[in-house]
Nanobody
Framework: VQLQASGGGTVQAGGSLRLSCAAS????????LGWFRQAPGKEREFVAT????????DYADSVQGRFTISRDNSKNTMYLQMNGLKPEDTAVYYC????????????????WGQGTQVTVSS
């Protein structure tokens, strides 16, 4: 199984982007998934997570109300709709598969995509 994130780019503050995370393999719908981000010189931080069916989600306080995580199991794809982007949202965004443990800690994920760069200009 592999994960591939895409959809990053450069936008002005207040703009929107939608990230996608495409997965190979038949077990996509069996796993909870998440998005993390990492800015230069900072640790990787939790952004959002979604359960296997899409019926349950959680967000970091910093993105609550602005970002929406979703998934389409028929397409083996997860999304992150980002609205109201701020310069502090600038980072490389990673999608990942949950393996257990804390949902907001990188150690709770065992499979990572390659990351996609999001840059928000002021």
């Amino acid at each position: 199984v592999q994960l591939q994130a895409s959809g990053g780019g450069t936008v002005q503050a207040g703009g929107s982007l939608r990230l996608s995370c495409a997965a190979s393999g038949r077990t996509f719908s069996s796993y909870a998934l998440g998005w993390f981000r990492q800015a230069p010189g900072k640790e990787r931080e939790f952004v959002a997570t979604i359960n296997w069916s899409g019926s349950s989600t959680d967000y970091a306080d910093s993105v609550q109300g602005r970002f929406t995580i979703s998934r389409d199991n028929s397409k083996n794809t997860m999304y992150l709709q980002m609205n109201g982007l701020k310069p502090e949202d600038t980072a490389v965004y990673y999608c990942a598969r949950r393996s257990g443990g804390s949902y907001d800690y990188p150690g709770g994920y065992d499979l990572w995509g390659q990351g996609t760069q999001v840059t928000v200009s002021s």
